[in-house]
């Protein structure tokens, strides 16, 4: 049962539902039932093994948020719409992590499950690599390596960035670097020496990948990553100084990702008005970022409670970003942040809501790292996850609410190690009820 666990999550990592309707035109509704996979574990483990049903407090959380961003849909200018936004949060949200919190409930588990979702990254990061070096730049394999679109540098030499099976480089980006600390802790964590090898070698192919995606945001939240990774035992003085050198080397085999570093510097100082001409001296993207950003802001502004809708704010944006100024691009626009997405989406309340479920996701988790003090291993896949939470929560100060099933698929992983051994209140109450119920028909029909 663990190998279908391990194996749906593979699938559902790297893309493959949605590269398979996209580009070879399965069927929207067989690429959407591929989650359901999990519920055969969980079937097998409740009705053949007498196991209870597990309601932790981060279902719960998750519960609430769709509650309330259902009640801001219920107050769209546009209900429809925003109800279709509101149906994908709940099968990529609440029925996933309901799924995964079921089906993966030891030790030996969680640890095949993170090798699942590693692996699908080594395999996104080999294509990457594969793609650069054999200069397949006209042929998206599949739709498992796609392009984005080219960049040069100072020298005049120009480069594709490559988004893998997502099409979207900064996504693509933000997915393989969120794996590069569950990666260090598989390999931290493992006893056999093949295993620690692969994994070691999986982060090198995860680190490969992220570089050819050319992603700012990502480099910049790996940057903040690395004091966080020092406290919480998952890097040391020696490591990083290997990953300056294989910086170096990166930069000399691919000018135009220096260039894109140097970039950073220079919109930093823009926004904050450094230089002469303050923030039209930005980069064109960066420009319309801003614009997007600040037009979500003052979407917040005006409806502060419940907001314009779950995934509104495209459809609002022309209208607050002409009040804004600044580059404004024709069309529907996300707001290039998923914080203040949410904000002017769903308001203060949703805001709040969602949260919580970040404090429930990851203040258990860090309690457990604390207190595995005798079980070092069980320590460093907590720390682990709290890094590769970091990472998510800083990359989404660059983007915006859109594959959110990684999102929720990394939060509930993250329930699943805090409630590894334990058996939540709220779960043992509900199963309780559910039996009583069961007695209590079985008994009417008698």
């Given at each position: 049962?663990?190998?279908?666990?391990?194996?749906?999550?593979?699938?559902?990592?790297?893309?493959?539902?949605?590269?398979?309707?996209?580009?070879?035109?399965?069927?929207?509704?067989?690429?959407?039932?591929?989650?359901?996979?999990?519920?055969?574990?969980?079937?097998?483990?409740?009705?053949?093994?007498?196991?209870?049903?597990?309601?932790?407090?981060?279902?719960?959380?998750?519960?609430?948020?769709?509650?309330?961003?259902?009640?801001?849909a219920s107050l769209a200018d546009n209900p429809m719409a925003s109800f279709g936004t509101v149906r994908d949060w709940f099968l990529e949200g609440l029925v996933l992590v309901f799924l995964v919190l079921n089906a993966v409930r030891s030790?030996?588990?969680?640890?095949?499950?993170?090798?699942?979702?590693?692996?699908?990254g080594a395999v996104m990061g080999l294509i990457a690599i594969g793609q650069q070096l054999a200069g397949a730049m006209d042929n998206n394999l599949w739709g498992f390596g796609q392009l984005d679109a080219e960049i040069g540098s100072s020298?005049?030499?120009?480069?594709?960035?490559?988004?893998?099976?997502?099409?979207?480089?900064?996504?693509?980006?933000?997915?393989?670097?969120?794996?590069?600390?569950?990666?260090?802790?598989?390999?931290?964590?493992?006893?056999?020496p093949v295993v620690r090898g692969l994994s070691w070698c999986a982060m090198l192919l995860i680190l490969g990948g992220v570089s050819l995606t050319f992603s700012r945001g990502a480099l910049l939240a790996l940057f903040l990553a690395v004091?966080?990774?020092?406290?919480?035992?998952?890097?040391?003085?020696?490591?990083?100084?290997?990953?300056?050198?294989?910086?170096?080397?990166?930069?000399?085999?691919?000018?135009?990702?220096?260039?894109?570093?140097?970039?950073?510097?220079?919109?930093?100082?823009?926004?904050?008005?450094?230089?002469?001409?303050?923030?039209?001296?930005?980069?064109?993207?960066?420009?319309?970022?801003?614009?997007?950003?600040?037009?979500?802001?003052?979407?917040?502004?005006?409806?502060?409670?419940?907001?314009?809708?779950?995934?509104?704010?495209?459809?609002?944006?022309?209208?607050?970003?002409?009040?804004?100024?600044?580059?404004?691009?024709?069309?529907?626009?996300?707001?290039?942040?998923?914080?203040?997405?949410?904000?002017?989406?769903?308001?203060?309340?949703?805001?709040?809501?969602?949260?919580?479920?970040?404090?429930?996701?990851?203040?258990?988790?860090?309690?457990?790292?604390?207190?595995?003090?005798?079980?070092?291993?069980?320590?460093?896949?907590?720390?682990?996850?709290?890094?590769?939470?970091?990472?998510?929560?800083?990359?989404?100060?660059?983007?915006?609410?859109?594959?959110?099933?990684?999102?929720?698929?990394?939060?509930?992983?993250?329930?699943?190690?805090?409630?590894?051994?334990?058996?939540?209140?709220?779960?043992?109450?509900?199963?309780?009820?559910?039996?009583?119920?069961?007695?209590?028909?079985?008994?009417?029909?008698?």
């Amino acid at each position: 049962m663990s190998a279908i666990v391990a194996a749906t999550l593979f699938i559902l990592y790297l893309n493959v539902p949605s590269v398979l309707v996209r580009e070879h035109g399965l069927p929207l509704l067989l690429a959407a039932a591929v989650p359901l996979l999990l519920a055969i574990p969980i079937a097998y483990r409740v009705f053949l093994r007498g196991e209870s049903l597990r309601f932790p407090s981060l279902l719960l959380a998750t519960a609430l948020l769709l509650t309330l961003q259902a009640v801001s849909a219920s107050l769209a200018d546009n209900p429809m719409a925003s109800f279709g936004t509101v149906r994908d949060w709940f099968l990529e949200g609440l029925v996933l992590v309901f799924l995964v919190l079921n089906a993966v409930r030891s030790r030996a588990d969680f640890q095949l499950a993170l090798g699942a979702i590693v692996a699908a990254g080594a395999v996104m990061g080999l294509i990457a690599i594969g793609q650069q070096l054999a200069g397949a730049m006209d042929n998206n394999l599949w739709g498992f390596g796609q392009l984005d679109a080219e960049i040069g540098s100072s020298d005049g030499r120009t480069q594709r960035r490559l988004s893998g099976p997502i099409g979207d480089t900064n996504r693509f980006a933000q997915i393989l670097a969120v794996l590069l600390p569950l990666a260090a802790a598989l390999a931290m964590t493992t006893k056999r020496p093949v295993v620690r090898g692969l994994s070691w070698c999986a982060m090198l192919l995860i680190l490969g990948g992220v570089s050819l995606t050319f992603s700012r945001g990502a480099l910049l939240a790996l940057f903040l990553a690395v004091p966080f990774a020092i406290y919480l035992g998952m890097l040391r003085l020696r490591h990083v100084l290997i990953f300056v050198a294989l910086g170096s080397v990166l930069f000399t085999a691919l000018p135009q990702y220096f260039d894109r570093v140097a970039s950073i510097g220079q919109a930093a100082r823009s926004v904050m008005g450094l230089t002469a001409a303050g923030v039209m001296s930005a980069d064109g993207a960066t420009r319309g970022r801003l614009t997007e950003m600040q037009a979500a802001g003052l979407m917040f502004l005006d409806r502060p409670v419940v907001g314009v809708g779950l995934g509104m704010a495209p459809a609002h944006y022309a209208e607050y970003a002409l009040v804004v100024g600044g580059k404004v691009r024709p069309g529907e626009r996300r707001s290039h942040n998923l914080f203040l997405q949410l904000a002017a989406e769903t308001g203060l309340l949703g805001l709040a809501a969602f949260m919580v479920v970040l404090l429930v996701a990851f203040v258990p988790l860090d309690r457990l790292r604390r207190r595995a003090l005798d079980d070092p291993p069980l320590a460093t896949l907590a720390a682990g996850l709290e890094l590769s939470l970091f990472i998510l929560i800083t990359t989404s100060m660059f983007l915006h609410a859109a594959y959110v099933r990684y999102l929720w698929l990394l939060l509930a992983l993250a329930g699943c190690l805090a409630t590894i051994g334990q058996r939540p209140i709220l779960g043992k109450l509900l199963n309780d009820l559910l039996h009583d119920t069961v007695l209590r028909l079985d008994h009417a029909r008698r």
